[in-house]
């Protein structure tokens, strides 16, 4: 008994040098954080107006939604590629119901039950029938997103009722808007999840040694089933905000997104191995690149360039650990 005991706390205490390496991780994005910051501030005039931070936040809380699920899902070893062509099925799928006249509550249901729907369809092909995750959801990126394409074509859905505009434009308070306040619960209830239950200290254990995980008696594809169907309910979610934020729907919608999440969770401290990781990163991650992407934004430089940075910007935190272990073990060697 005392031996299970000792197996359910090992995925998420790894050790102190472990812990202490994320806290620095955490504590080294922080600063990350405080710099660009300063510089945004000094480059522009505009920046520390309390209503452009506030606009500043929209950069990147609907993608910080998506990212706490996929957090989950890169520790347990998976990964998610549809999550923007989620978004693209379930804005076009709300667009139709708005254009039969589908009232706001209606509207939300369907964009979230067609997020949860396509999770649930990559749940099936790689935790049922045991598919490379990375093979399916390239595939069912192609699929979902083809779907919104015939149905749109070069076309566009509007026409929403005036009250679906609170989801993505409303504040609850001065500027705190509804988006940043779904943010903040989102980014508790994903900690809580991950680092204070068993079920995620199952993610870890799964993330660490799947072989292990399931000798020791951990439904593996149960919960990677549910992981699946999580990714796609806060697609679901973002979908909804980000439509509602637009007010309108078009098939390339959150185009390139599935990138951006990806980085957000790896430069968050995820490692892309899977095993390890916290929530904590990912939060302080999408500040980050909110900050740097907005910053760039009242620079007037393109977004083609954002891109360009953003690429780069996922090369250098999958390989910055990499080089940094082997340099470790070359000075131990």
């Not at 973002?238 to 934020?245: E, H, I, P, Q």
């Amino acid at each position: 008994m005392s031996t299970v005991s000792e197996k359910r706390h090992i995925p998420d205490q790894l050790g102190t040098s472990a812990s202490r390496l994320f806290a620095s991780w955490e504590t080294f994005l922080l600063c990350v954080a405080v710099l660009i910051f300063i510089a945004n501030s000094l480059a522009s005039p505009y920046f520390l107006n309390a209503w452009n931070l506030s606009d500043a936040t929209f950069n990147f809380t609907e993608k910080a939604l998506i990212a706490f699920a996929m957090a989950l899902l890169i520790i347990a070893g998976e990964i998610d590629l549809s999550v923007a062509a989620i978004i693209a099925l379930a804005s076009t799928a709300m667009g139709a119901a708005a254009q039969t006249g589908v009232g706001t509550f209606g509207i939300v249901l369907i964009g979230i039950g067609v997020g949860l729907g396509c999770g649930t369809v990559n749940a099936i092909l790689v935790a049922g029938l045991r598919l490379p995750s990375i093979v399916v959801t390239i595939g069912t990126m192609s699929l979902f997103r083809g779907i919104s394409y015939i149905v749109l074509g070069d076309k566009a859905y509007g026409g929403y009722p005036a009250s679906f505009a609170y989801f993505g434009q409303g504040y609850v308070f001065w500027v705190i808007s509804f988006e940043f306040v779904l943010f903040a619960v989102s980014a508790c209830i994903f900690a809580v999840l991950l680092h204070a239950t068993n079920f995620g200290r199952r993610i870890y254990a799964i993330g660490n040694n799947e072989f292990a995980a399931r000798f020791s008696g951990i439904h593996v594809e149960r919960i990677k089933f549910i992981l699946f169907m999580l990714t796609g309910l806060m697609s679901g979610i973002a979908a909804v905000c980000l439509t509602s934020r637009l007010g309108s729907t078009r098939p390339s919608i959150a185009q390139g997104w599935e990138l951006e999440v990806v980085t957000m969770v790896v430069l968050g401290g995820i490692s892309i191995l899977g095993g390890s990781g916290r929530v904590g990163g990912v939060v302080i991650a999408g500040f980050v690149m909110g900050l740097v992407t907005f910053g760039l934004g009242l620079l007037n430089v393109p977004g083609i360039v954002m891109s360009i940075f953003i690429g780069l910007l996922l090369i250098a935190t999958i390989t910055l650990p990499i080089l940094i272990r082997r340099f470790r073990y070359g000075r131990a060697s």
